[in-house]
Every structure is written in C-alpha cells, then in structure tokens.
C-alpha cells in the first residue's frame, strides 16, 4: 500500500530541546516535502528535496532544518524549537512535482511546543 | 506572488444536494490544480488533478472544472452524502520551478442526514 508515514503524531515538547519529525515515503518518489498547517493561513510550504542530497528552502523555513541521505526518507529537526512552531505538520511526497503526478500526504504530526 | 482563494469557507447542505465549491487563483500561470479532502485530525487525500491544459476531470460523483485564463476552478459533488463532509482544499502548482503547491484556506463542507 502506497504510504507516507511520519512520526511523532503526537508530540508536547519544552522550548529549546531539539527534536526531530520522521517521514518515510515507500513510493520510491524523488521529491518530497514538509508543510504546516495553521487556522486562518492555511499549508504553507516548510522545505522541498527534489532527489537525494537536494533540499531548498519553502515559504517559511526559519527556524527548521532537513536532509535527504536516502530517498524514502526526509526528516524534519527543529533545533531549538519554540511556541510559534506549534502547529500541525504534513510531509508529502511524489514522482516528479514537474509532471504533474499527484501527491501523497502523511497523516500529520501535532505539535505543541510550550 | 501567488493567492488562492476558496469561497465559502463553510457550508452546510442536506443530504442529496447538489453543490458547488469554488477556488479562485490570481496567477493564471499553473502547470495544474488540485483537489483535496482533509478529514478532522487526518491528512490531506487527493480528489482530483486537472492539467493546465484541461478543462476538467471526473471521478464518481465529483467533477471539478479548470477555467486557467479567469483564475477559476470549481468541485462539483453531485448527490451529497454525509460521509462527504470534511474540508475540501483547492491547491496549484505555479509555473517557474518553485517545486510548491500554494493552498488556499479550505471550505468545510457539513452534509445533514
């Protein structure tokens, strides 16, 4: 069964202490994304990877960082995270976003930070 | 920069009506359009994808239209049942390379039995 799969669905963490979101995607698709969603604006892009080692930055990127050693995976780290990073999160992933292949949400992954 | 609009935000329908959601995008440069359907504390799910060189696509009971050169789109769900109800998101993919999908906000659609 074609899945996006993130974990932590769940998480309440403290102001600065570093975590890390898991995505794994068993599609084989090249590109792969993060979004978070939030009342009143909306999915707004955090970071995209078109392949292996290929990363760039979304819309609002701050405060977020990634990699893509393996291409079913693409981690999401919050360093330090903080209150405004309290959201809902989706990963997302899809053969080539260029040919307009459809793409495949994860669950999402609720976080509070506090 | 790329907006999309969705009006109405929420509606509320009886069972077996027939309705109409409507996007609205300010950048008529797309390489195509999305459907989706998001469930209370579930992720995104896709209904549909019209290429920017299509009018419009079908699947059951649903059609959603592609007007490119107004900046329109509309998802049409014939018969509505209750297990329709969720939000439904309209989202496009601008031309130029950004790799991104820009959403708009969401209708939420409530069937009554």
């Known amino acids: 069964e074609a899945q996006v799969t993130q974990n932590p669905r769940y998480l309440i963490t403290v102001t600065g202490k570093k975590l890390t979101v898991t995505c794994s995607q068993n599609m084989n698709h090249e590109y792969m994304s993060w979004y978070r969603q939030d009342p009143g604006l909306g999915l707004r892009q955090i970071y995209y990877s078109m392949n292996v080692e290929v990363t760039d930055k979304g819309d609002v990127p701050e405060g977020y960082k990634v990699s893509r050693k393996e291409k079913r995976n693409f981690p999401l780290i919050l360093e330090s995270p903080s209150p405004n990073q309290t959201s809902l999160y989706f990963c997302?992933?899809?053969?080539?976003?260029?040919?307009?292949?459809?793409?495949?949400f994860g669950e999402g992954s609720w976080l509070t930070v506090v | 920069k790329q907006e999309v609009t969705q009006i109405p935000a929420a509606l509320s329908v009886p069972e077996g009506e027939n309705l109409v959601l409507n996007c609205s995008f300010t950048?008529?440069?797309?390489?195509?359009l999305q459907w989706f359907r998001q469930d209370p504390g579930k992720g995104l799910t896709s209904l549909l994808l019209i290429q920017s060189s299509q009018r419009e696509q079908t699947s059951g009971r649903l059609n959603a239209s592609l007007d490119k050169s107004s900046g329109r789109s509309t998802l049409y769900i014939a018969a509505s049942q209750p297990g329709d109800s969720a939000t439904y998101l309209c989202a496009v993919r601008p031309e130029g390379g950004s790799e991104k999908l820009v959403f708009g906000k969401g209708t939420k659609l409530t069937v009554n039995p």
């Open positions: 997302a992933s899809s053969l080539r976003q260029t040919s307009g292949n459809t793409i495949y």
């Open positions: 950048d008529s440069a797309i390489y195509n």
